[in-house]
């Protein structure tokens, strides 16, 4: 049974930092693209980041600088540091697995940014 159990989420202050964790099981985590993604209240889904398998990575304009995407393909889990934050960030943060046609996504977390 394929899953992506995400964790790390919850209530930051503006400029405080979080890391967001996805542990993947049952597919071959090593062979994925992995990815980073927010959606706000009223907005769509949005791209923040990607690691290839080999870790290549890329950033949305939105984030580059301060969020950092990583990964542990012996642990099979995908990282998201984010820091400097801000209240815009303020979201549920996704992670999928992608290789060619077929995609995975987690539960969703809660990140918000608030005083």
């Known amino acids: 049974q394929v899953q992506l159990v995400q964790s790390g989420g919850g209530l930051v202050q503006p400029g405080g930092s979080l890391r967001l964790s996805c542990a993947a099981s049952?597919?071959?985590?090593?062979?994925?693209?992995m990815h980073w993604y927010r959606q706000a209240p009223g907005k769509e889904r949005e791209l923040l980041a990607s690691i290839s398998s080999g870790g290549t990575t890329n950033y949305a304009d939105s984030v580059k600088g301060r969020f950092t995407i990583s990964r542990d393909n012996v642990k099979t889990t995908v990282y998201l540091q984010m820091n400097s934050l801000k209240p815009e960030d303020t979201a549920v943060y996704y992670c999928r697995a992608s290789r060619g046609a077929t995609t995975y996504w987690g539960q969703g977390t809660q990140v918000t940014v608030s005083l």
């Open positions: 049952g597919f071959t985590f090593s062979w994925n693209f």
